[in-house]
C-alpha cells in the first residue's frame, strides 16, 4: 500500500510567520530591530561602542550581544547601553527564541534601537530571521575584498553592508570599489558605508542613516494607528 | 540534511526510508523587462537590460514537497 502525502510548503514558513509577527510588534512600540552580522573580529562590538557614543544622547538603546561562550561583549557595551548576553551554548548563530529571551531580560523596554550583534560568522546568520527591520553586513578591510563574491547568502540577504577599518586602507590590500561592486551586484539595494568605528571616521553617517530609519519606522506607525 | 536525516532515521526507527533531495536551480526574474534568468555568482543584476530591479523566484528556498508512505501491514486507521 502506498500513500502519497502532499505538503508542497516551504520547511521556514513557520519561522518566518513568527519573525514577520515579532518584526510587526517591535514596529508598533517604535523600535527599529537591527541585525548585525559579520566574520568573528570584523569589529562588530566596536561599532557599536561608537553608534552608542553618538546616539545615546538622542535615543534609547538596547543591545543583545550573541556569541558561543563568554559575556564579554556585553560586559563591554553594558558601560554604554542596556546589554544583555545570548550565550547559544556551541550553537553557530542566533534563531528568534532566544532573541525573544533576551528582549525579556532586558526588561522589554520601550526602545527606539535594539540592536543584536550576531555570532560571528557569515554563514548559518544569514539563513535565520530575527525578526529585524535591518540587516547590517560588516566587513573589515583586513579580511580582503574578496568576502562578498565568497559568502553571498550574508550580503544577498542584507541592507547595508558597512566597510570598517578604514584607517587601515593604506596598510592592506583591499580595494573598496571591488568589494562593493561584487556586494551590489549580489544585492543591488544595499547601501553602502565605509567607516572606522576605531576612529569615528564615518560613524555620522551611519548614525544619520539609521535615525532616518527609525523615525519613518515610527512614523508609518503613528499613521497606520491613526487610521 | 542528508546525514541529519540518517541519523533520524536510525534512531527514531524508520527502517530503510530514503530522503529524497531534489536541487532546484537559482532563478530570477527582472521587474523592468521582465527576462527571466540564471544568476551566475550570485549577480542579481538583470543581464539583459542592467536593471537592479530582480527578484529571486526559485531555489532560495527550502520546500517539503510530498511524503511518500509505503506499508504492507494493515492500515491502523482503518
Redesign the interface.
Known sequence: ????????????AVAQLKAEESRNLMAQQGTLVVNLMSSPGAGKTTLLTALARQLNAIARLGVLVGDIATDRDAQRLAQLVPAVQLTTGGACHLELPLVERGWQALGMPQLDFLFIENVGNLVCPSSHDLGEHLRIVLLSTTEGDDKP?KY??AF?TSHVLVINKIDLLPHVPFSVSAATADA??????LAVFELSALTGEGIDALCHYLLEKQHKLSANFQTAHAW | MASAFERIREECSLGDSTLHIEPIPLQARCEDCQTVFMPERFHFVCPSCGSRDTTATQGDTVILESIELNSNATDATS
Not at chain 1, 500500500?1 to 521556514?12: F, G
Request: glycine share 0%.
Open positions: 500500500v502506498t500513500k502519497v502525502i502532499i505538503v508542497n510548503r516551504d520547511v521556514s563574491a553571498p547568502k544577498r551590489q551586484a549580489i544585492q543591488p539595494n
